[in-house]
């Protein structure tokens, strides 16, 4: 008889919940043969670890523009009048959120 190709097992343990999710991912893959998608899953897929500190900052920087916007709608609706100086501050904030956005993108397109 032959010898093995494979012939070193894993074994490891899921739970009913995750055995389930498991046969959904192999339906859509279009596979029956567990161990063949398993092998392919731990051999060529990839986890994905996203760790954007940018991420966090472009959403405090959301927060603070909203805060100010919100302002300066009640100081238009309170006085009637708009002031350069706020249309500066929201167009650079614009400009600074997208920056951030550009950035992000930047980053997640090299994840492919």
């Keep these: 008889m032959a010898k ?6 894993v074994l490891f343990w899921v739970s009913a919940e995750e055995l389930e999710l498991i046969h959904q991912k192999m339906q859509q893959y279009g596979t029956e043969n567990l161990s063949a998608y398993l092998r392919k899953m731990a051999l060529d897929g990839y986890v994905v670890k996203l760790d954007l500190p940018e991420l966090k900052e472009l959403v405090s920087l959301m927060r603070r523009s909203s805060n100010n916007l919100n302002q300066l709608t009640r100081k238009v609706h309170e006085t009637g009048r708009v002031y350069d100086a706020d249309l500066e501050d929201i167009s650079q904030r614009q400009e600074q959120l997208w920056e951030g956005v550009r950035e992000i993108l930047t980053q997640l397109s090299k994840l492919s």
Excluded: A, F
């Design 4 to 9: 093995r190709k494979r012939d070193v097992p």
